[in-house]
């Protein structure tokens, strides 16, 4: 298959942030085509279109980004590891998990299997795409930290700018950005605080943690304790595209890419400290289902 992400490396002087991406991403490879039913609108609709674009200028401004290139219906790396039900994989969980790991229904509610993977099938998924994945953000992040004594990685995502059918906000209009958090747990208020500010100097409304309070990602590397400070930032889409042609927005785009290159530049000049005495590296990544 194709790269699995693009890992692109800061062309301005370096500061201690990442940015991640992992819903940006259409591809799906022949194997997984086999397995395939989705309508290709859905693919497009529930990925994070363009948010790559969006963050475009951050490496000149000394942040690491990566970005994932497979459809989050291949492997959606933002879920845990075991984050799988019985009815997508074979010996998953009873546990209702339409869109984990795997995902088997659209937000709108289509189906996305044509039946359930083997478990071989997932294995493979995770072989190649999900384990290098969070392998490269690990080792990133840990470099980070060994540079600068801390680390930030920003999660960055979109969001349907109304609730569809799938979410639980159905057919609510939705702020312009939601910082996820997890409760302001993962990462130092002042990080928190500074995309707060940001979005409001560019005439954003926000709303923490709602509707999205950050996924897996936010919640394993966010450790501010340790050094590692984790915030996922959802924009709304109608700000950067047109969500139905799904194509981008000539004046929005950059009005967003403004707003992105603010909230990685504060990020980048934020002092924050590890306390001295802790040595803790990154925890390995547990990345088998």
């Not at 194997?31 to 475009?56: C, E, K, N, S």
């Not at 312009?176 to 707060?196: C, E, F, L, N, Q």
């Not at 927005?249 to 967003?256: K, Q, S, T, W, Y």
């Amino acid at each position: 298959m194709s790269r699995a992400f693009d890992v692109l490396s800061p062309t301005g002087p370096e500061i201690p942030v990442v940015v991640e991406i992992p819903h940006a991403g259409l591809f799906i490879d022949p194997v997984a085509m086999g397995f395939t039913i989705a309508p290709v609108r859905g693919v497009g609709r529930d990925a994070d279109l363009h948010v790559d674009r969006v963050y475009q200028g951050a490496t000149a401004l000394g942040a690491t980004v990566i970005v994932a290139n497979a459809s989050r219906y291949v492997i959606d790396l933002n879920r845990g590891p075991s984050d799988f039900d019985g009815a997508a994989v074979e010996g998953g969980g009873a546990a209702a998990l339409p869109r984990g790991l795997v995902w088997r229904l659209t937000t709108e509610g289509e189906p996305i299997l044509a039946r359930r993977l083997p478990r071989s099938e997932l294995d493979r998924r995770m072989t190649e795409i999900y384990q290098p994945y969070h392998q490269a953000v690990h080792a990133l992040l840990h470099d980070k930290r060994e540079r600068f004594g801390f680390a930030i990685l920003l999660c960055g995502h979109s969001m349907p700018s109304q609730g569809r059918r799938g979410h639980q906000d159905a057919g609510a209009v939705r702020v312009d950005v939601v910082p996820g958090s997890r409760g302001r747990s993962s990462a130092a208020a002042t990080v928190i605080d500074t995309v707060d500010r940001v979005a409001r100097a560019h005439d954003l409304s926000v709303s923490h943690d709602d509707p999205y309070k950050g996924g897996f990602a936010t919640a394993h590397y966010g450790r501010p304790s340790e050094g590692f400070h984790a915030i996922q930032i959802e924009v709304a889409r109608r700000l950067y595209m047109d969500e139905d042609r799904l194509g981008l927005d000539p004046v929005g785009l950059p009005r967003m890419q403004g707003f992105a290159d603010d909230v990685v530049r504060s990020l980048g000049k934020l002092g924050l400290t590890t306390p001295p005495h802790d040595p803790t590296p990154v925890r390995p990544t547990r990345l088998g289902p």
